[in-house]
């Protein structure tokens, strides 16, 4: 179900006296093409639901099918109007971007949200009258909300900084409005742009609630822009939930294998000639199969494709008993490893959550803290090999052939770093609800009565 601007009217219409919980999600796409990304939205909405069972649960989506199919009680909300209501003929901003001058980018954001009628106006002179009614149904949605929540994300870092303020800015004008926000399982940096950390040190500190997937970088970064430490709390990732729930009840015999070649892992197709070698020569040493991890359906990055290219040779290959478009499905793929070799970060995830040891390459410095902090909070099991350092294939060899040997001896402490994280989220999400919760009615009615935006 789309929101639509009819139902608007009808939302901030409601009295107190029959108040419906109403929750926005920023998810960390909105797509739906990444089965991490998915993992992570359906925790958030599963724990929602079971705090709120007759809540409104809106998320920004633009494949509503998908939505449906991933998480069928969450109504989607169209992203074209919030792009169109903060980028149109925004030119402060890509100034002070191109410039590193955070005050103009700060003074274009600023405005908007202090004269919202201008913005839409704005839109409504420079594109047409339905696309100023999407920015208008937006903010008039966000103003109707009990609750605008971040669910689980690497997003908040510069290798997505056109994302990552849009979260921001949407977060902050929740904030202006007086409405709680949180962000739940987040990889937050690196940040080494200046506009995006203005946009961070001035939103992030004003959040309720920060939860944390990491400590390596996450909670130095915290500190570094101001965030009060009580507003921030370590729980490792949304997803581990969805994958320790199915962990088998022993090791299987296959390597998993995931590589993502995008712009933002720094890889290309000529990488594929650099880990083919130790790869299939490792897996023909431990007469392995190899199976593969395909986390992301991306077209221009479809991790599927490119197993299919890495795997070439090989007659050791398994099929997939399992529906890999669905995030069981994928998670019981991996179930049947004994050691899974991964770029994606959710490759690792759904791995050691089952207690399998993981074998990470990395190239990036946005995959190399996401996946070293990965492996911090899981403690063992978790070897990172950095593909632009020197001797790759017998480092890599090395690494599969240690997890390989040691799987039996990890797998323990693998679960129990998995469960000590579930409890950390799970008591997260309780700390919001209280919160949520203790507020009165008549102060979320009087949040929720705010006028909607002129109509043009």
């Known amino acids: 179900m789309i929101v639509y601007e009819s139902e608007l009217s009808g939302l901030l219409s409601e009295s107190a006296e029959g108040h419906i919980m109403r929750v926005l999600v920023d998810p960390s796409s909105v797509h739906c093409l990444n089965l991490g990304d998915v993992a992570m939205l359906q925790v958030t909405v599963q724990r929602f639901r079971e705090f709120w069972p007759d809540a409104e649960i809106y998320v920004f989506n633009n494949r509503p099918e998908l939505l449906e199919l991933y998480c069928p009680s969450a109504k989607p ?12 003929a925004a030119l402060l901003t890509r100034l002070g971007r191109r410039f590193s001058i955070p005050a103009l980018a700060e003074f274009d954001v600023n405005w908007r949200h202090r004269w919202p009628n201008a913005a839409i106006k704005l839109v409504h002179s420079r594109a047409s009258a339905t696309e100023a009614g999407d920015a208008r149904d937006f903010v008039d949605l966000l103003r109707s909300c009990d609750l605008v929540v971040a669910s689980g994300a690497g997003q908040i870092t510069t290798a997505f900084r056109a994302p990552s303020t849009l979260v921001l800015n949407t977060l902050e004008m929740a904030m202006q ?41 996450g909670l130095k970064l915290m500190n570094s822009l101001g ?10 990732d949304d997803a581990i939930d969805s994958a320790y729930s199915r962990h088998p009840r022993q090791l299987g015999n296959a390597i998993g294998v995931n590589l993502r070649i995008s ?16 790869l299939l020569e490792v897996a023909s040493i431990l007469g392995a199969p190899l199976l593969p991890v395909p986390i992301s359906r991306h077209p221009e990055e479809d991790d599927l494709a490119v197993c299919r290219s890495l795997f070439e040779g090989y007659n050791l290959v398994q099929e997939s008993d399992y529906d890999l478009s669905l995030v069981e499905g994928m998670i019981d793929q991996i179930g049947r490893c004994r ?24 190239k990036s410095k946005y995959f190399a803290a996401k996946l070293y902090g990965l492996a911090n909070q899981f403690g ?35 679960l129990e770093a998995a469960v000590a994280q579930i409890a950390a989220s799970r008591a997260a999400y309780e700390r919001l609800r209280r919160e949520i919760d203790g507020t009165t009615a008549s102060g979320r009615e009087a949040s929720r009565l705010l006028s909607p935006v002129s109509r043009l």
């Open 77 to 88: 909300v169209p992203g074209r109007g919030r792009l169109l209501y903060y980028t149109t």
């Open 177 to 217: 409005h007086g409405i709680p926000t949180a962000v739940f399982g987040q990889g937050i940096g690196p940040i080494d742009d200046a506009c995006l950390r203005a946009r961070a040190e001035k939103v992030l500190k004003r959040v309720n609630l920060i939860c944390l997937r990491e400590t390596v970088t």
């Open 227 to 236: 965030v009060p430490r009580e507003n921030v709390v370590v729980t490792g």
């Open 263 to 278: 712009w933002y892992s720094e890889t290309s197709r000529e990488i594929l000639d650099v880990v083919r070698r130790p």
């Open 339 to 362: 050691v899974v070799v991964t770029t994606s970060y959710h490759g690792g995830v759904f791995a050691l959550s089952q207690g399998i040891p993981v074998v990470a390459w990395v």
């Open 380 to 414: 063992v099991g978790c070897e990172v090999v950095a593909l632009d350092e020197g001797n790759v294939e017998e480092r890599l060899k090395s690494a599969v052939l240690a997890a390989w040997n040691s799987a039996e001896h990890s797998r323990p402490r693998l």
